[in-house]
């Protein structure tokens, strides 16, 4: 989706941050508690990965910058559970009012409703039969389009072309195993692309993994 | 309505609300909390640098099929499916991002540092490069070739740093405290003890 998240090219955010080689892991304790729920919200919710990175991308901008990354990790935890119906939307909120004191009262625990879906194996990779479409070395081009949902094509690629320099192994779609719509998996190609057919400026490579349906065949 | 509470309570929130239903359990939250903030880090892949940079047969088999060489040395898990191992030299040189979100090769590197995860970085290193890497304190001469890696699915990438001269008398185990994490993302060289 065109949201907030998929940020590759674009502009106003400020310098870089140089790294600092003591940098604790978590900072603050409740930045490992809120990663830890993360990876347990997924199970919970009975959602997977690309549901979760779908969630993520789905935060209003408070939701997905104001409380970094983990904040970021908390409130898409957070948004898996209020979609599978494991809390009520405003049972965090209202639980951390009465936390600090307020007296609120809390809604009901709803009817869950986990999305029926059970992968196929664990992980991501999978086995296709069709042999892959495009062969390395050869000239690819991205799909000039616009997904409603999710996607792992960045918006700064498409409708680019470039050469696909590995084949990768065939893996789950994320396009539709985050809203549980198949694991329609398919081939992944690394694909490099020239940095001035992409923004015309300075000479470099880029290079991203896409999946077979993300690209054609370019002259 | 008063203000929305802080972060650190709504996690407390979610925790309690979870463990109170026995969906989840305290200790299954401190173990994943005690393998990141002890176990899983940049001391795995610079191990796995070390022995590249010592074995030249290991090395190959890094380059060739990275999950496989990195898991030879114990190191595999979550957000490491398929690893993929590219080595900088004098004339190229690879950097990592994600831009879409902040895909990291957990098994090797651990979780990934704030410069990595900050919009800064993953909007603009696909686009400027040499600009950000220079501000992050690595000046690239001007004929080196730089490579971009954004981690769009679950393959993940590691860099294989260069190796830097006057370290040829050092042993597997002295090379490994040289090895820093952003050497192995790309935003940074290895520097000679």
Known sequence: MDGIADMGGTEGWGPVHPPSADEPVFAERWQGRALALGVLAIRVSGRNIDAYRYALERLDRTGYLGDGYFGRWLNGAELMLDDSAILAPDAVDARARNLRGEKVAEPPVPEPNRPGYTPAAPGSLRTVDAAPAFATGQRVRTRDMSSPGHTRLPRYLRGHAGVVELIQPAAVLPDTNAEFLGENPQHVYTVRFDARELWGGEDFAVTAELFESYLEAAA | ?193
């Open chain 2, 1 to 193: 309505m008063s203000e929305r509470p802080p972060v650190a309570l709504r996690a407390e929130a979610l925790e309690q609300l979870l463990t109170e239903r026995g969906l989840i359990e305290t200790q299954a939250l401190d173990r994943i909390i005690a393998d990141y903030e002890t176990n899983i880090g940049p001391l795995n892949g610079a191990k796995v640098v070390a022995r590249a940079w010592s074995d030249p047969q290991y090395r190959r088999r890094l380059l060739d099929d990275g999950t496989a060489a990195i898991e030879e040395l114990g190191f595999s898990g979550s957000q490491g499916e398929h690893i993929v191992v590219v080595e900088n030299t004098p004339a190229v040189h690879n950097v990592v991002v994600c831009t879409l979100c902040s895909c990291y090769p957990w098994p090797v590197l651990g979780l990934p540092p704030s410069w990595y995860k900050d919009p800064a970085y993953r909007s603009r290193v696909v686009r400027e490069p040499r600009t950000v890497l220079a501000e992050m304190g690595l000046e690239l001469a001007d004929d080196v070739r730089i490579v971009v890696h954004d981690s769009t699915s679950e393959v993940r990438w590691l860099v294989l740093p260069e190796r830097p001269a006057g370290t040829e008398h050092l042993t597997e185990e002295q090379l490994v405290p040289l090895v820093t994490r952003d050497a192995m993302v790309g935003v940074a060289k290895v520097q000679a003890p």
